[in-house]
């Protein structure tokens, strides 16, 4: 009986400590690697009212290359970017936890970006020129992700003088807990369990 208690009170206390846990993650870090193709079409007139549906994914070849993404004489960049053209770039993720509260999304961007987390747009900004590296600032809500693999997806867009996007995305995670905790937990209330069953008996 001992151990059994002995099972439940530490199984209990990792599953506390494990709920009350959470540690900030940078998901996308500045120059991440990313799937990158040029789009055929020009999304600068219709920027208000394309949908994501319209990008076609599917249909897309894709090239693999690090961030930040610009053209030669702008911005000091790792993957060349053609100025006046627009970019599609997607990247997975794993996720093995539940963020605690909002993550917070940080572009650099010459001139515009629009972000998908699993097909739902968060963020979608357009404006001229350059002031600073991170100088857009967004939160993200925690709902869109769901454990396990994430798909992000961007759309560049660049309508003259400099093209330039890089992006960082973090948070704070709370782990799922490991199957042998909760193994450990569920064992130590079923012996609990049935010996309250043989005592009533």
Same mark, same amino acid.
């Given at each position: 009986?001992?151990?059994?208690?002995?099972?439940?009170?530490?199984?209990?206390?990792?599953?506390?400590?494990?709920?009350?846990?959470?540690?900030?993650?940078?998901?996308?870090?500045?120059?991440?690697?990313?799937?990158?193709?040029?789009?055929?079409?020009?999304?600068?007139?219709?920027?208000?009212?394309?949908?994501?549906?319209?990008?076609?994914?599917?249909?897309?070849?894709?090239?693999?290359?690090?961030?930040?993404?610009?053209?030669?004489?702008?911005?000091?960049?790792?993957?060349?970017?053609?100025?006046?053209?627009?970019?599609?770039?997607?990247?997975?993720?794993?996720?093995?936890?539940?963020?605690?509260?909002?993550?917070?999304?940080? @572009?650099?961007?010459? =001139?515009? %970006?629009? /972000?998908?987390? &699993?097909?739902?747009? +968060? *963020?979608?900004?357009?404006?001229? #020129?350059?002031?600073?590296?991170?100088?857009?600032?967004? @939160?993200?809500?925690? =709902?869109? %992700?769901? /454990?396990?693999? &994430?798909?992000?997806? +961007? *759309?560049?867009?660049?309508?003259? #003088?400099?093209?330039?996007?890089?992006?960082?995305?973090?948070?704070?995670?709370?782990?799922?807990?490991?199957?042998?905790?909760?193994?450990?937990?569920?064992?130590?209330?079923?012996?609990? #369990?049935?010996?309250?069953?043989?005592?009533?008996?």
């Amino acid at each position: 009986m001992k151990k059994v208690l002995l099972g439940v009170i530490f199984g209990c206390l990792l599953l506390g400590a494990t709920a009350a846990y959470s540690a900030p993650v940078t998901i996308i870090n500045q120059g991440d690697s990313w799937q990158y193709s040029t789009l055929s079409q020009d999304l600068w007139p219709v920027w208000n009212t394309f949908n994501y549906g319209s990008i076609g994914w599917g249909s897309l070849a894709w090239s693999n290359g690090n961030a930040a993404f610009g053209s030669a004489g702008g911005l000091s960049h790792n993957t060349y970017w053609g100025i006046n053209t627009d970019l599609a770039l997607q990247k997975q993720i794993s996720v093995n936890g539940i963020f605690n509260g909002s993550l917070t999304l940080n @572009a650099a961007s010459d =001139n515009g %970006f629009a /972000v998908f987390i &699993n097909g739902l747009e +968060v *963020v979608r900004q357009n404006a001229e #020129g350059y002031t600073s590296y991170w100088e857009y600032s967004f @939160a993200v809500n925690p =709902n869109v %992700f769901i /454990v396990g693999v &994430n798909t992000i997806q +961007v *759309v560049a867009e660049d309508h003259g #003088g400099s093209s330039f996007f890089d992006m960082k995305l973090s948070g704070d995670l709370q782990p799922v807990p490991e199957p042998s905790t909760l193994l450990l937990f569920g064992a130590g209330l079923a012996g609990l #369990g049935a010996y309250g069953l043989r005592k009533r008996v």
